[in-house]
């Protein structure tokens, strides 16, 4: 996305401060992020009022608050804290991991959590790689 | 977005409610409200803490929330209510108008700010266009 | 809240640049959307999955963020726009009458239900109030 | 708050489910992320355009939503995950650390650092009581 060059720009600029990020990784967060914070929000819509889907719903409600947050903690590099980035990110990957467990269980049902639980795994990935690149830079 | 394909489904289907919409005037707001989004985040973040930029920081943070809360209200076609859908695209239009206006004033000097008044010009006019097509469908 | 103490100063030193507001109705306002917000992220959640109540459940997730958003636009005066505000302010009182319309319906089946409508209400009409001194101040 | 009094007796209910949770420490992080969220929220309006507060300005943003997500989680029991919801726990309490850190630093300069430096202190300690009691409940 366009928009996010200059955010690349300086986040690129953030790594004489320890905070270096694979800017690939990122990108790729950022964008998995929005795309599971979309499909939560609609699974999470589609899944309310159906009879025995009020795990599923609740879920996808929380891990379209989860991803919403992560993909804006990333688009603020100026107060970028590597340790409560680190956790969020882990959360992140924690509640998509979650999210997809419950809609892959009825996701022969609904096009819309097969959709959703693609987007988690996606999402709950793309954060992990993202981790990985933090944590090897600390090295 | 592949994703919104079901929403698209669901929305058709809210026709016979009276809530019909021009779908694809709707997920060009969904897509406007995003990228909106992103870029007042960024510009937010980025102006905050810049002499003389209170007001665009400020701004920029209410507008990206507005803009994601506008953007879920779209996809949650459920419980969608027509008055309550019509105020809030017109709050997002109002918001994206006070945003663009403030980050115009000082775009030669920032490019964060140039792209960020593009991404709200264009998401007042993707929203307006939205209403429009929701008072041409209640006449 | 004595959190709000300061956030009352700013606002006093807006009144020379057109955005008085009744201190006393803000307060009430801030304090009646994050009540609602919270009721209505609890009545979404434990309607979501009850078969028949998707109306409900989606459109107490919708009233939720939008009260949120509300709320946290009261708390930025640094950038607070006089068209914009007014807008989301009648989009919240919008959005709490259609969430206390849906939740009045079954009140009596549902503890949740009739507290998330007595808190839509109690919004709906301290939002009202702060409109209504935003408009007599502009007269 | 007499709008969470259903929340607890839902979560009682999940005591069945391996997901007990202190009850009066729930209800504590609850009230202390919304008192959070509000105070980061004024915060970072009031540093934004500050010269020499992009940290803070970008690090309260950041706390405000960390806060209220972790607050919307804990009110939802429906679908609530022990992993997802200690790792959103433990990322709140690395946030309101950060948090802390820097509003401390100019806290004498400004009441409203102040005050959220408290608030995000109060914070941490509220989700690490929580979290030690959902831990304890484990063995």
Redesign the interface.
């Known amino acids: 996305?366009?928009?996010?060059t200059?955010?690349m720009k300086?986040m690129a600029r953030r790594k004489d401060m320890g905070m270096a990020m694979d800017m690939a990784a990122m990108q790729e967060a950022?964008d998995a992020c929005?795309?599971c914070m979309?499909?939560c929000?609609?699974c999470?819509?589609?899944?309310?009022?159906?009879?025995?889907?009020?795990?599923?719903?609740?879920?996808?409600?929380?891990c379209?608050?989860?991803c919403?947050?992560t993909?804006?903690?990333l688009?603020?590099?100026?107060?970028?804290?590597r340790?409560?980035m680190?956790?969020?990110l882990?959360?992140c990957?924690?509640?998509c991991?979650?999210c997809m467990e419950?809609c892959r269980t009825h996701a022969d049902m609904s096009?819309?959590c097969a959709?959703c639980a693609d987007?988690c795994e996606a999402c709950d990935a793309a954060c992990s790689r993202l981790l990985a690149s933090m944590t090897a830079d600390a090295v």
Chains 1, 2, 3, 4 share one sequence.
Do not use: F, K
């Open positions: 996305m366009e928009t996010t200059e955010l300086s950022i929005s795309t979309q499909a929000t609609m999470s819509d589609a899944m309310g009022g159906m009879d025995g889907m009020a795990v599923c719903a609740s879920r996808c409600a929380m379209a608050e989860v919403g947050t993909m804006r903690m688009m603020r590099p100026a107060g970028m804290e340790t409560a680190i956790a969020m882990e959360a990957t924690a509640m991991a979650a419950e096009a819309t959709m987007a």
